[in-house]
C-alpha cells in the first residue's frame, strides 16, 4: 500500500470528492476558498492507487518575514480513525508546509466532546438526545494528540477562537430517526414561542419568502444594518454577500419576512369589532402601524438572512445560519423572527436536512445569542475546538507574543 501526496488538486475532482465525504463542511470546498480573498488557498490531498482517500483545503495567512499560518477550516476531510492514512497524510502536509514557511497547521474539525438539549441543560430536563456528533470523539483525539497535534484550550468565549467552540443546532428528526412533520416540529418548542407561529402571523399579514437571486443581497444587508447599528457591531459588506452567492449559486440562500400594513391594520380593526376588552390595544397598534406604513412603505421588509445548505450528499446534512437581521422598528409585537425561524426550519425539513446550525453562542449560555436561540429548543453542541501542529516553536511564540500585545492595544483605545 502506497500513498501519493499532492498539491494543487483539479477543483472538480477535489469538490467530487469532498461533497461525497459523509458528513463534511462547506468550508472545506474549493467555493469557500474564492469566498476568502484576504487568505490564499491550496487543495491537497492523498492518494491511495491514484483514488483520493483524503483532502484538505488550506488557508494561508501571510504573517511576518514570508511566514504563514495554515489553517484548514473544518479540519481535514478524511477517516480520522484510520490512523495510517492520517499519520501519512499530516506528515506530507508538514513537510508541505516547512517548504512554503508556515509555521504552524490549525484545524478546528466539526467534533463534539458533548451534545445536549437546552431543556436538560437549564431546567434538568431528560430529553433523549441524538447524539451524532460525538462518535469516536475520543479515539479522534488520541489519534490527532499521537502524531503531534496540540490542544488550543476550552475557552468559552464565542470569540476565543476563530470558529466558536459552542454552537446551537436543531434537529430535524426525532430519537427515532424520522423526520418531524412540520407541526411536529412546531410543538417541540416551547409555549411562549409557538404561539407566535404560523396562523397567528399569517392572519396579521406576516409575509416569508425565499431567494437565491443576487440582486436581493441589498435587501439583506439592509436589515444587517439595522442590526448592525443598535449592537453597535460591525457584520459583513454587501460585497462578501454577494461573493458568498456568486461562489455558492446552489447553496447559499437568502430568507426575507415582511408585513403587508394594511392587511394588518384590517385585523385590528375587526378584533376591536369583536373584543370590546381589546380595544385600546388594537388602536394603539393601529397608530403603530400606520406610523411604519409613512416611514417604510405598504410592505416594509422586517427580517433577512442567508443560509447555506449542506454541500456534502451523505451522512449529517447540516445548514448553517450564518447571519441575520431585523429591523425592530416594524411592529415587534408580531415577533416577526420566531417565524422566519420557522420558516427557514421548514425549508431545510423540506431539503431533507439533518441539523440546521443556528450558530455559535458563548459557552455560559447566559448570551443574548443564547437567550434567542433557546427559544426554539435546540442541541447544546461543544466542539472540541482548535488543534494546533507547530512546525517552528520560536516562529509561533513570536507570533502568539504579537497577537497578544496587539490584544492589549486595542483593549487600551477602548
Known sequence: MKYVFKTNIDEKEFDKFVTSFPSTSFMQTTSWAKVKTAWEHDFVGMYENDELKASAMILKR????????????????????????????????????????????????????????IQNIKKNKNIEVNKLYTNDTKEIIKNLENIGFKHAGFKKEVNAYIQPRYTMAISLKDKDGNFYDKETLRRTFPKNTRNYIGNYQEQRGVEFSFSTDIKDVKDLVSVLHCTEQRQHINLRSEKYFKKLMECFPNNAVLFFARVDINKYIKFLKEDMKENENKKEFCQKQIKEAEEVKKEYGLKPLAGATIVMMPTCNSGIKTASFLYAGTNTKILPSLKITNGLMFYRLCYCLDKACDYCDLGGVDGSLEDHLSTFKSKFNPNVLELVGEYDLVISKFWYAMFNLGMDVRKIIRKLKK
Do not use: M
Open 62 to 117: 501571510k504573517l511576518f518575514l514570508n511566514k504563514k499560518l495554515y489553517y484548514v477550516p473544518r479540519g481535514f476531510v478524511i477517516d480520522y480513525k484510520n490512523k495510517k492514512l492520517l499519520k501519512e497524510f499530516v506528515n506530507n502536509i508538514v513537510s508541505y508546509a516547512k517548504k512554503d514557511g508556515a509555521i504552524d497547521i490549525k484545524i478546528d474539525p466539526f467534533i463534539c466532546f458533548n451534545e445536549d438539549n
